[in-house]
């Protein structure tokens, strides 16, 4: 599974992390672009560090911060599936909610281990564990207290921080998995949505580098007609290149082989 996910996710950061720098370096009047050796280092192994541009701890492609969080979690994970073989999750999740408490400020990793966002692994621990069950003969009123009481949990987790954002994308999340079984998924709109959403890492990735490109050639003074134009730009370009990578990097056939 760690393989899996590393084979899948490392690719296509590697991929736009490069396009970036290029991008970058043909639009010099336009974006306050820096990177050194170290910092492409540092981000291609997913090692927190100081973006030499100085927005902060940022990789040079600023949208992998999260991917930071993610591999953190997914090599946490791997060890307690070899250490913890009859509950690895279970201990992931606890060591998650605590890491934050225990943790210095001065230690490795401190950016990722002090953060209250190991709280939302934690609770899609749960909720994957919730939605598991619910595919099995349980009554209705167990797994709706249990969404309740995770709903309570993760607020309580959160409230102190101010980050309530969390709380509403639980809320999203919890309520998609609940209507999912409601969608025609056959049908062509359905469908299409599918689709965007297999390719929804690759877009991820992508729109950074595309607003560095579409925004070289956009005039400095913005109409109401450059905006519909860089507005569609942007869109067109974001969907191409994710179409791109989609296909021929997350779904490459040479890459398919090697997964485990």
Not at 92 to 108: G, N, Y
Request: aromatic content about 16%; proline content about 3%; charged content about 10%.
């Amino acid at each position: 599974m760690f393989l899996s996910r590393i084979q899948r996710i490392v690719p296509v950061y590697w991929f736009y992390t490069g396009l970036a720098i290029i991008v970058a370096h043909f639009c010099k009047h336009t974006i306050d672009y820096i990177w050194t050796y170290n910092s492409l280092l540092q981000s291609l192994l997913f090692i927190p560090h100081k973006n030499p541009t100085g927005l902060g701890v940022f990789p040079l492609l600023t949208v992998g911060w999260t991917l930071n969080f993610e591999m953190f979690f997914y090599s946490m994970l791997a060890l307690n599936i070899v250490l913890f073989k009859r509950c690895p999750f279970a201990v992931t999740a606890i060591i998650l909610v605590l890491m934050p408490i225990i943790w210095s400020k001065d230690w490795f990793l401190a950016s990722i281990c002090t953060s209250s966002k190991l709280n939302e692994f934690s609770l899609g621990i749960l909720l994957g564990y919730l939605y598991s069950k619910a595919q099995q003969p349980v009554g209705r009123k167990f797994l709706s207290m249990a969404a309740i009481a995770s709903l309570l949990l993760f607020i309580a987790l959160n409230w102190a921080s101010q980050d309530h954002i969390n709380t509403y994308a639980l809320l999203l999340v919890m309520v998609s998995l609940w209507l999912e079984r409601l969608v025609n998924w056959q049908h062509w709109f359905c469908n299409s949505l599918l689709t965007l959403g297999d390719m929804s890492y690759s877009i991820y990735l992508a729109h950074t580098v595309v607003i560095f490109g579409v925004n070289n050639f956009m005039p400095q003074r913005f109409t109401t007609a450059v905006e519909v134009v860089f507005l569609l730009s942007l869109t067109l370009g974001i969907y191409l290149i994710s179409l791109f990578s989609y296909h021929f990097i997350e779904r490459s056939k040479l890459l398919h082989h090697l997964r485990p």
